[in-house]
C-alpha cells in the first residue's frame, strides 16, 4: 500500500531563499525507512538536503524515486555538477562519493567522486560530512542515522567543531545503533533524538533562527 505524503507545515518565509543553509544526512542499516521517515516530515520549501545511504548503485535510483513519489519535496539522485537548490534532496549514486562545493560566484554544486572507499563504503557518509564541514561550516546541520559500523561519526564531529548543528538518532529507534553510537561516544553529537522525531527538530532549528554554533548540548 503507497503511503500518502505527508503535508508539513510550511517555514516562514523569511529563512527563504535558505541563505546557505544546507542539511546533510548520512544512514546506512535500516536507513532507508529511517530517511523515509525524516523526509516525509518536512515541507517542500526546506533548504537543499544531501544524503549519503550505503546502499549498491543498481538500487539508489528507484530509492530516490520512492522517496520523490512519498515526500513533499523533490528527491533525485544527484549529478555531478548540478546546482544546489532549496526544496530538494540530493542522494549519493551508489557508485561515487558525494560532497558539497561552494562556487566562487556563489552557492553550492554537487560533486561526485569514484575515489577509493572509505571506512570500507563508497558512499561514505564522512566524505559528505567532511565537505559540509569544509565548504558550509556553521551553516549546516549533521544527521546521522542508523547503520553498522562508524561511517560518519568522524565527520559529524568536523562538522561541530565547524560550527554544525548536529543530531544523532538514539538508540531505541535505531535498527543497528552503530554510526551514530560512535559519533556519541567521541562527542559529534549535540542532539541524540529519536527517529520520529528528527524531523521537528530540523525544523525548530530553522524556525528559530539560524545561529550556527551553539555551546549547549541536548545530549
Known amino acids: ?8 507545515e510550511s517555514l516562514p518565509n523569511r529563512i527563504l531563499p535558505y541563505d546557505g543553509i ?3 544526512i548520512g544512514a546506512s542499516t535500516g536507513g532507508t525507512e529511517a530517511i523515509r521517515e525524516v523526509l516525509t516530515r518536512l515541507p517542500a520549501d526546506v533548504p537543499p538536503i544531501l544524503m549519503t ?3 549498491p548503485e543498481l538500487f539508489t535510483g528507484s530509492f530516490a524515486n520512492r ?22 534532496a540530493y542522494l549519493a549514486p551508489g557508485h561515487s562519493h558525494l560532497s558539497v562545493k561552494r562556487m566562487d560566484c556563489g552557492g553550492y554544486i554537487c ?11 563508497r ?22 542515522l542508523t547503520g553498522m559500523g562508524k561511517d ?3 565527520g559529524l564531529l568536523h562538522m561541530m567543531r565547524a ?22 561516544l567521541i562527542g559529534a553529537v549535540k542532539e541524540v533524538v529519536p527517529l520520529l522525531d528528527i524531523a521537528a527538530h530540523v525544523l525548530q532549528r530553522l524556525r528559530g533562527g539560524f545561529h550556527g554554533h551553539d555551546e549547549h548540548s541536548r545530549v
Open 1 to 8: 500500500m503507497q503511503q500518502t505524503p505527508l503535508k508539513p
Open 22 to 24: 544546507i542539511i546533510f
Open 53 to 55: 545511504q550505503h546502499m
Open 67 to 88: 522517496l520523490d513519489a512519498l515526500s513533499a519535496m523533490s528527491v533525485r539522485e544527484a549529478v555531478q555538477g548540478e546546482r544546489i537548490r532549496p526544496g530538494v
Open 111 to 121: 560533486e561526485l567522486s569514484r575515489g577509493e572507499p572509505v571506512n570500507r563504503h
Open 123 to 144: 558512499p561514505s557518509v564522512d566524505v559528505l560530512f567532511h565537505s559540509a564541514a569544509e565548504q558550509v561550516g556553521h551553516m549546516a546541520i549533521g544527521v546521522l
Open 152 to 154: 560518519g561519526a568522524a
Open 163 to 184: 560550527g554544525a548543528w548536529t543530531i544523532g538518532q538514539d538508540e531505541a529507534s535505531c535498527v543497528v545503533y552503530g554510526m551514530p553510537r560512535e559519533a556519541a
